[in-house]
């Protein structure tokens, strides 16, 4: 399976897409590079979670570069985009609806707009509210806050890493403890380290195992459409009650 692709677009000529991708990888710029469609290069950045392994590809992409030119190889294997601009600069606001048709067109689920930091005011440049505002289809990260945090919330490069991490690419491998050789799903959801029961009870056990992996796949199928407008931070809540479902489902006893 192909690998997605992460977009990354900087609208402040200040500010390379590179930069950024450096910032979150914390690896050189030469490491890890695969070559994409028509010349392209792709960056390559490894997401290890509690819940599973993946591996994604940054793309950095001149915001003088209309998306519509964008190679359709390439777009193929888009999930997710990061626009960074400057939160002074108003004018980028008139932006932000081409950037949220392209993003609904492609499917993107995971879209975040990153500035240093927003503006309290509307006079001095664009705040949180304004950015919703405009583009409720992307969600808002300041890689540089100056207000302090919540204690064990992460802010800043950080937030934006573990929104990368709490987002289920396609090309996940889900770990999960408690595999027999022939790879089949031997997790006791209830817990229970008695002795196996008959044939019945396991085959009963195993439809409702089935059933509840259904109903919570479900859910999070319908997650972006259900919390779209919700805050960040309530979103990041409901997907953590989902993340700690998913873990007692599948006796993950860390």
Known sequence: ????????????????????????????????????????????????????????????????????????????????????????????????????RFVTDADIEFGILLCSELQEESETGITYREAKQFCDSLDVIELEPSGETEEGEAAGVDELIQAMHNFIWSNVDMSRKGESSGGELVADVSGNSEEPSTADEDERRAEEEVKDFEMLLTQLMQFRTNTSSWTRNERLAYAQEFA??????IADDD
């Not at 519509?68 to 606001?93: V, W």
């Open 1 to 100: 399976m192909d690998k997605p692709i992460v977009l990354v677009l900087s609208v402040d000529p200040t500010v390379e897409p590179e930069s950024i991708i450096t910032k979150v990888r914390k690896l050189p710029v030469e490491q890890c590079q695969e070559a994409l469609a028509d010349g392209h290069t792709g960056f390559g950045y490894h997401i290890q979670t509690k819940y599973y392994d993946t591996d994604v590809l940054f793309c950095p992409w001149k915001s003088t570069s209309e998306l519509d030119t964008l190679p359709e190889a390439i777009l193929n294997q888009t999930e997710g985009i990061l626009i960074y601009f400057d939160s002074k600069d108003r004018n980028f606001l008139k932006r932000l609806p081409d950037y949220a």
């Open 244 to 249: 700690e479902i998913f873990d007692d489902m």
